[in-house]
């Protein structure tokens, strides 16, 4: 079939034809994503999703909208129903008490966020131009309606479209000065430049999208070639890191009758050679465990420290994920309990503490406004806290001892773009991400979310340190570079070298002002008249 056949075929469907079409489309574009990362087939959502807006007819601009705003809506369904399948395991690890919810997260969730693109859509075809110009008005649309899925209702940057190119290492340094979304930005037009090829632009016209996409993605190719160092970070002097991921399954995880099962774990595993040449937690200088290490209050266990304490050589420090409580307020019937990052010397001294801000709607606590609603048809916060996780007042900075100032990022603070910085204090030397992925199993959700951890290293050109209960633990530096990893559902300890700090990153200091440049050079570019 020729391209301008299909193109027609595309633009001239309806009904329910249209609606098949676009979903499978969507959904295509997931492929494009880790784990699977062939990003090459960014160019079938994109230019398919030119062709949809083009058949998007009426006539009233109303009329358009509606339209446009239809397959933009089964576009973005068929994308995040097969991007976010895997959310679905989090409903089955109690599975008596939530998997009867588990159509909310695989089916509700993918609807309600199909509504950015599908707005996109809609307010993309009423400024649809002729010729090229629409391939960047679609780029612009697409990219706005994810920077507002980024910060809308605390926003869910997961999966967007700019991360369709992060699997490939040098076109993801564009990313050190745009940001995520000004890598979507250019996704998308790369990606939906063919669709000039199948339409009815004449003559030598018709390639001039594709040829500059081309020029575009080899130009990328070439800054992120002279971008990358030729030689591996430098390592900070006198830092010697020991990741262990414990690879617990979830369900024993928070059973408090297993806290001591657990923490004999995890010290014995802390403890484990890693070569004959190695002495274990001996060799070490800071030891990394996960997120929501404990079935149990760290800071109110005094034993727990005690042989905390006896398994730390002198000047070892132990960071770690706790669940820790605060002051109760007067009239409060019980503290609030903080999802923390715990800092504990080689005293059993916990000496510095960093309380989780950006908190996950429906997992770490319920909306105010949806609560009463929600408890009353059953449903309760994932995490077996009462009442669900107290958030912290803002992102501080951790100071620990041996280790440059840390930015400290808890579960799925780090996929939030010009959000992991500290509001006070001076640039940080590394981003500690501690997780629990035991949620998801051997599913995608674990390998999205470390190429999410990934891009932010790239973003602030600092290294990343990323210990998960079930995977993939690893160390990242400043350019996005896997130094040291451990595979999703084993358990291990890795012991790595702290990579030195990139140079600060043109989005490190100005943010998405790079990107706002290229929206508004777009949108000219954009209404210029095809000649």
């Not at 937690?281 to 005094?302: C, K, M, N, Y």
């Not at 990022?409 to 001076?426: D, K, R, S, T």
């Not at 890795?494 to 508004?520: M, S």
Request: with cysteine; hydrophobic share 55%; aromatic share 10%.
């Amino acid at each position: 079939m020729q391209l301008s056949a299909l193109a027609d075929g595309i633009i001239l469907s309806w009904g329910w034809r249209k609606r098949l079409i676009a979903l499978a489309t969507g959904a295509s574009g997931a492929l494009a994503l880790p784990p699977l990362d062939l990003w090459p087939l960014i160019v079938v959502p994109m230019t398919v999703a030119v062709w949809l807006i083009d058949g998007a007819v009426g006539a009233t601009a109303s009329s358009r909208f509606k339209a446009a705003f239809a397959a933009g809506w089964w576009w973005g369904f068929g994308f995040f129903l097969a991007g976010l399948w895997w959310l679905g395991a989090a409903f089955l690890v109690e599975a008596d008490k939530f998997a009867w919810a588990m159509p909310l997260g695989v089916v509700a969730l993918p609807a309600f966020l199909a509504l950015f693109p599908a707005l996109a859509f809609g307010c993309a075809r009423l400024l649809w131009p002729a010729g090229a110009g629409r391939i960047l008005m679609l780029a612009v649309a697409l990219t706005v309606s994810e920077w507002l899925r980024g910060h809308v209702l605390t926003g869910f940057p997961w999966n967007v479209y700019g991360m369709m190119l992060a699997a490939q290492g040098f076109i993801a340094q564009f990313a050190a000065l745009g940001g995520l979304y000004g890598l979507t930005l250019l996704a998308v037009a790369i990606g939906a430049a063919p669709a000039t090829l199948g339409t009815a632009e004449a003559g030598a016209r018709r390639w001039r999208a594709p040829i500059l996409a081309t020029l575009t993605l080899a130009a990328l190719i070439g800054f992120g070639a002279w971008h990358i160092p030729n030689a591996a970070a430098p390592v900070v002097a006198g830092v010697k890191l020991r990741l262990m991921q414990p690879n617990l399954a979830q369900d024993a995880k928070f059973n408090a009758r297993n806290g001591e099962a657990i923490l004999n774990e995890y010290l014995a595993l802390s403890d484990r050679a890693t070569s004959p040449s190695t002495l274990g937690v001996q060799d070490v200088t800071h030891l990394i465990w996960p997120e929501s290490a404990f079935p149990f209050l760290l800071g109110r266990s005094p034993q727990a420290l005690s042989r905390i304490a006896a398994a730390l050589p002198p000047n070892t420090t132990l960071i770690t994920g706790a669940a820790r409580a605060g002051e109760a307020l007067p009239g409060e019937s019980r503290p609030p309990i903080f999802n923390s990052v715990q800092v504990v010397n080689d005293e059993g001294v916990i000496v510095s503490s960093y309380d989780k801000v950006h908190l996950v709607p429906f997992g770490e606590y319920l909306p105010p406004i949806l609560e009463r609603l929600i408890r009353s048809v059953g449903l309760s916060e994932f995490v077996s806290i009462p009442g669900g996780f107290a958030a912290g007042a803002r992102h501080i900075p951790l100071s620990i001892r041996g280790l440059p100032a840390v930015a400290p990022l808890l579960c799925y603070e780090a996929i939030f773009p010009g959000e992991v910085m500290p509001q006070q204090g001076p640039r940080p030397g590394l981003m500690l991400n501690l997780t629990n992925d035991g949620w998801f199993g051997q599913t995608s959700g674990p390998y999205q979310h470390l190429a999410q951890a990934r891009m932010r290293a790239i973003e602030e050109g600092l290294p990343l340190v990323r210990v998960a209960n079930t995977g993939i633990s690893a160390v990242i530096d400043g350019y996005g570079r896997i130094t040291g990893s451990l595979p999703l559902g084993t358990q291990g300890v890795l012991d790595a070298n702290l990579p030195q700090a990139a140079p600060v990153t043109l989005y490190a200091r100005f943010g998405d002002a790079a990107l706002v440049g290229l929206i508004a050079l777009f949108l000219l570019l954009a209404r210029v008249r095809p000649g």
